[in-house]
């Protein structure tokens, strides 16, 4: 049986459902995908902010995958922003996609390599 994160790795997929309000920060190893309604950090590997998902907060991943609302402060390699998205942010990033549609108020400033 293979094991795609490695031997002895833990790292899955958090969904946080779209009845949740939590206050804090959020950590994970593995993907976080929000539905409901976060304030404070999140940090992951790979996150997805769904349509119906709102963050007031800071968020850092090196893959986010934005359909919802953000207020605060994104750090990402790969950032998309979908055409629902509602951002208001500063951005730093090394690859970014804006569907047309998206609505973003925010600065956005490119990663040094």
Known sequence: MSNP?????NVGKSVLASDL?????IISKGS???MGD???SISAETLVISHE???????????IDLRGTLDGTVDSTTLTLRS???VTADVTYSALTIESGAQIEGSFKIKKA
Request: no cysteine; proline share 3%; glycine share 20%.
């Open 5 to 9: 994160s490695g031997p002895g790795s």
């Open 21 to 25: 309000k939590i206050t804090g920060d």
């Open 32 to 34: 976080i995908e929000v």
């Open 38 to 40: 976060i304030e404070g």
């Open 53 to 63: 998902g709102r963050v007031k907060g800071s968020i850092s991943a090196k893959t």
């Open 84 to 86: 629902a998205a509602q």
